[in-house]
């Protein structure tokens, strides 16, 4: 079963304006077709680039 | 109107220093003029006129007894309404955040009041800077003083205009997707977004951690180095602050490019372009080559994918941050912004990190090239800014999405955190045109000797916007 946008929104409590409903669908599927496959991108051996430093954001020398 | 607003910082400073200009004079002159100018352009959201006389007497003072500060003391300077300052409102130019007070001082409010800036008030900006147009539902449009019926650009769109018009002597603008370049291509303006790291974000509410800058809209290329040697610096405040030593970027501003290698990427940043905005570009790229340098052709193949990863990172790390007032007062936000939390709250997980991954994987790209290149250039913005009101641009005849299009160039910027300038380099009609140079991690010194370069072939011609030949 697969839920609308306004159906995901509300079920995260979030009330959609009714009048952004389609512009919603359409930028969204817009954004996915800008994904594409990400073809020619190092997904899933690469490490990500999130860091987790030890000690904190900042190391004194 | 007094030819005083009308001078940059690099010009009026050893006036302020020789003691021929009072820095008074000077801070009346920009107040009459902001004030004055404010029913056209609506660039401030608050005056600070009684404060502003107050610290330039004691300026006055203090440079009278010898005790000059440096390059800024003394000048009248109005920030974007998202930089806190100590006991003062900060809007956001936000109906939400319309009262909110900060107990303390931004680390770049601090640093420029330690080095003598006269704080004349609060600029507008896009609504919780999420936005390019300035076209503010709260507090009215910001206007083009190049063209009152264009918009801005933004986020920085009252620093743009009020740096423009010289209703600022210049300011500071923050960039997540372009919102420092855009406006300062727009309004005919030098801006700079530093590497992500090298100016603290230490109070200045946040559009998207990762992608958010600090940097300088001026009106000319040095008074940027100057203002960017006070406001750099390591702070323990800010998370993403990186402990790298602060240049003599003004020393670096000389205009040699002799020998300079300038990269061109042919696939991103010249495709669909406005035909005149290239054809400045390029020129501008020869004048650089007559002096001396050269133009070398490079691929990143990643950029392909740039517009994508750009999108996923601002829209959820933005809706993380207004995510409980999305739930409880959506009302409360402007109609356009709403619509972009709500379409953030989509991307999951999974396209975050997926996202995060181009972004690694263009850094190396881009490190790469800067192996072989100096620095990289391209137009700021593909298009000309629109009439206030419109979601289209124009580009070459078809009908193009705004947002979409007027961030393509810029977005890489953000998201690799590398040091990007836009400086003018000609006009379409009546509206000015920026041109965009790139370079490694902290070469800020190189990039705004670049810029200084081509300020020096003086593409503005000595153009005045419009509202002062309508005055």
């Known amino acids: ?61 | 109107m007094n030819d005083l607003i009308l001078k940059s910082v690099d010009e009026l400073a050893p006036l302020i220093k020789n003691k021929t200009l009072s820095p008074v004079e000077l801070t009346k002159a920009v107040l009459d003029h902001a004030e004055k100018s404010q029913d056209k352009i609506n660039s401030y959201m608050a005056f600070y006129r009684e404060e502003a006389v107050e610290a330039a007497k004691k300026a006055e003072q203090e440079i009278v007894q010898g005790n000059y500060r440096g390059m800024y003391h003394g000048m009248p300077i109005a920030l974007k309404d998202n930089l806190y300052f100590k006991d003062k409102v900060t809007t956001m130019s936000s109906k939400i955040h319309k009262d909110f007070v900060s107990d303390y001082d931004a680390t770049v409010v601090r640093k420029l009041r330690e080095a003598g800036v006269i704080f004349t008030g609060k600029l507008s900006m896009h609504e919780y800077a999420w936005g390019i147009t300035n076209n503010n539902p709260h507090y009215g449009p910001v206007r083009n003083p190049w063209n009152l019926d264009k918009i801005p650009g933004g986020s920085s769109g009252g620093s743009g205009a009020a740096v423009a018009v010289g209703a600022s002597i210049a300011s500071l603008g923050t960039d997540t997707a372009g919102s420092i370049r855009i406006p300062s291509s727009a309004c005919g303006i030098v801006g700079l977004k530093p590497t992500h790291g090298r100016v603290s974000k230490y109070g200045c509410y946040p559009l998207a951690w990762s992608l958010d800058h600090i940097g300088p809209m001026t009106k000319t290329v040095k008074d940027a180095a100057g203002m960017l040697e006070i406001i750099s610096g390591y702070d323990r405040n800010d998370p993403t602050s990186v402990n790298v030593a602060i240049d003599n970027y003004l020393g670096q501003v000389t205009g040699d490019v002799k020998d300079l290698v300038i990269g061109v990427n042919e696939d991103y940043f010249f495709n669909e372009v406005d035909e005149d905005i290239n054809k400045l570009v390029r020129a501008s790229i020869q004048k650089l080559v007559d002096q001396g340098a050269k133009v070398e052709t490079v691929k990143i193949p990643t950029l392909q994918h740039s517009e994508w990863a750009e999108l996923v990172t601002s829209l959820s790390e933005a809706s993380a941050i207004h995510h409980s007032d999305l739930m409880n007062r959506p009302d409360d936000f402007g109609d356009d912004i709403r619509f972009l939390f709500e379409l953030g709250e989509l991307p999951s997980a999974v396209d975050y990190l997926q996202a995060q991954q181009v972004r690694r994987q263009l850094k190396q790209e881009f490190n790469d090239v800067f192996e072989k290149v100096d620095v990289l250039i391209s137009p700021t913005l593909p298009i000309i800014a629109p009439t206030i009101g419109e979601n289209f641009a124009d580009l070459n005849g078809k009908k193009v999405d705004l947002i979409d299009n007027i961030i393509r160039f810029t977005g890489p910027g953000n998201l690799t955190g590398l040091p990007a300038l836009s400086v003018p380099c000609g006009f379409k009609g009546d509206m000015p045109v920026g041109l965009q140079i790139m370079g490694p991690a902290f070469s800020e010194g190189r990039v705004l000797n670049v810029g200084y370069a081509i300020e020096q072939t003086q593409p503005l011609k000595g153009r005045k916007p419009l509202i002062f030949t309508n005055a």
């Open chain 1, 1 to 61: 079963m697969s839920l609308s946008i306004q159906e995901l929104l509300e079920n995260k409590g979030i009330p959609v304006k009714k009048d952004h409903v389609e512009s919603l669908q359409v930028k969204w599927e817009g954004i996915q077709a800008l994904r594409g496959s990400l073809e020619g991108v190092n997904i899933d051996d690469a490490d990500i680039s999130l860091k987790n430093i030890p000690g904190g954001d900042h190391i004194d020398e």
